[in-house]
């Protein structure tokens, strides 16, 4: 059977170009669709069935961020491919958030996309035999809709979940329970037996419930929480396979069936910090410390020592930051707050200041961002680390490439021959290759001023010399000086002289005459 692929860019040709790439390689894989933009695309996912997108990130009338935030609202999304120029990195990084698949760079590469394809191709596999390698049994699918149905509506209220529980013969959810969330290591071996164990079990089970979430996580709710020990038992043997499920309190009452799930998935997260597999209880971990302080400063000295050839001592902050004997006493949230800062004030701020120097490098930041991207912390660990070596070597190599400052002179003699055209920041920085927020920090180190207000110097520099020495007129001194208007040519000129252009003219004029 085909795989229907939509292709979401705002340009004809590289929609048509995409298509004429993929079906020479895999003539036979595909059907297409296509749309111009967001909106559009949602209107094709509303009316048939998409596997997989690859989608613009800039686009008009609806961009490929909002559509990312739209598809989260969809109860079937397709796996997704985002395409963006070197310049959308903080569209980059939000696509990420929303759990884009993979992240490509225009001009777009053939062996890059086969590869995306490929890697596509298995994630779509493994999702069809999450559906119908072990579907549930047939008086069990109205249980899983609506289980599924109050998990992810958080708009249901009280009253809707409970019609819908019932309806689906589950109102023993208004006495006791626990919810389990069974998550699988191993590949599809690992996979096939948990499902396989499951399905087993649960054929000798009175009161119980399964459905898949967001993440294509099992979800299973059962009347006895030992039923979850049992599941254990059952499938613990598999040699490739160590099961992980994190398990809630004890619950009662239908309505409370959400805040078990958030239980579950609160405590499936501490498997990054025990390794093998098993049950975490939530009841476990729900004593540890959660007011650790944040070493933020520490944090900060990594960022501000990035590039300065002192690595040993930016990886000993890093072990300070991330010392497993804090993070193992703390509440998960401590670990997940460091995580995010150092993301936000390490590796961010390079890439606002010195632009992303390589697709290799957004691949791993893009892979750091995500706990769930890790089996154990030593993994995440070393990710860091690795991702901190990269950084750090790139921004040296640019400090160190700009250190005579012969690109600032290189802008300066721009910025005097085209003063008096359109000229901003981003311009001069296009024209000596830097990144914009490089340039600005540069500049004003080198001239001991910002960027606008050397321009604005300059211009009225100009200006003055024109009112001097000439009869023209203000507004055609205003646009030979390079300002856009009149207006505010009279305005900047007065911010800075204390007077009018007019006025400065007429005593300049006057000194001029002297005594007679």
Not at 121 to 138: I, K
Not at 179 to 203: I, N, P, W
Not at 293 to 298: C, L, Y
Not at 424 to 443: E, G
């Amino acid at each position: 059977m085909k795989r229907r692929l939509l292709i979401a860019d705002d340009e004809k040709n590289i929609r048509v170009g995409l298509k004429a790439m993929i079906e020479r390689q895999y003539p036979a894989r595909y059907e297409f669709s296509f749309a111009d933009n967001g909106a559009e695309a949602l209107a094709v996912l509303a009316r048939e069935s998409v596997d997989l997108m690859i989608t613009d990130i800039r686009m008009p009338v609806m961009d490929g961020i909002e559509l990312m935030e739209r598809l989260q609202e969809l109860p079937e999304r397709p796996a997704v491919v985002i395409l963006s120029g070197y310049d959308d990195f903080p569209y980059a990084k939000a696509a990420i958030r929303y759990q884009a698949k993979e992240y490509m760079l225009k001009p777009i590469v053939r062996e890059e996309l086969f590869s995306v394809l490929e890697r596509m191709e298995t994630e779509l596999g493994r999702r069809s035999e999450q559906r119908g390698g072990s579907a549930p049994l047939p008086a069990a699918r109205a249980a899983a809709d609506q289980l599924a149905y109050v998990l992810l509506q958080e708009s249901a209220d009280e009253r809707e979940i409970r019609e819908r529980l019932a309806q689906a013969g589950l109102e023993w959810l208004d006495g006791e329970y626990a919810v389990g969330l069974l998550k699988e290591t191993g590949g599809d071996s690992g996979r096939q037996a948990m499902l396989s164990g499951l399905d087993r079990l649960l054929e000798g089970e009175a009161f119980w419930g399964r459905c898949q979430d967001r993440e294509g996580l099992t979800v299973v709710v059962a009347r006895d929480p030992a039923f979850f020990a049992r599941l254990l038992e059952r499938i613990a043997g598999h040699a490739l396979f160590q099961p992980r499920i994190g398990l809630s309190s004890r619950i009662k009452g239908m309505e409370r069936l959400r805040l078990a799930y958030s239980q579950a998935r609160q405590a499936l997260k501490y498997f990054l910090l025990h390794a093998e597999g098993g049950i975490v209880a939530y009841d476990s971990i729900r004593s540890l410390d959660s007011g650790c302080p944040v070493p933020e400063d520490k944090i900060r000295k990594i960022s501000n020592l990035m590039g300065s050839n002192r690595l040993p001592e930016m990886k000993r902050l890093l072990q300070q930051v991330l010392d497993i004997r804090t993070i193992a006493r703390c509440e998960i949230g401590y670990l997940e707050t460091v995580g995010r800062k150092l993301n936000e004030e390490v590796f961010d701020r390079v890439f606002r200041s010195y632009g992303e120097e390589s697709i290799e490098i957004l691949k791993l930041y893009k892979q750091a961002g995500h706990f769930d991207n890790f089996a154990r912390f030593h993994d995440y660990y070393r990710h860091v680390e690795q991702l901190m070596e990269r950084l750090d070597e790139y921004v040296g190599r640019v400090r160190s490439a700009h250190a005579e400052r012969t690109d600032m002179q290189k802008a300066l003699e721009y910025i005097h021959e085209h003063f008096q055209q359109d000229l901003n920041m981003a311009v001069v920085s296009n024209y000596i290759s830097l990144n914009y927020t490089y340039f600005s920090q540069a500049f004003k180190e080198y001239t001991g001023e910002s960027f606008s207000a050397y321009l604005r110097k300059l211009r009225l520099a100009k200006a003055k010399e024109l009112l001097e020495h000439t009869e023209l007129k203000v507004y055609e001194i205003s646009s030979q000086a390079g300002f856009d208007c009149v207006k505010h040519f009279t305005r900047v000129f007065k911010e800075a002289e204390g007077i009018s252009p007019l006025e400065y003219r007429s005593r300049r004029q006057f000194r001029g005459r002297g005594p007679s």
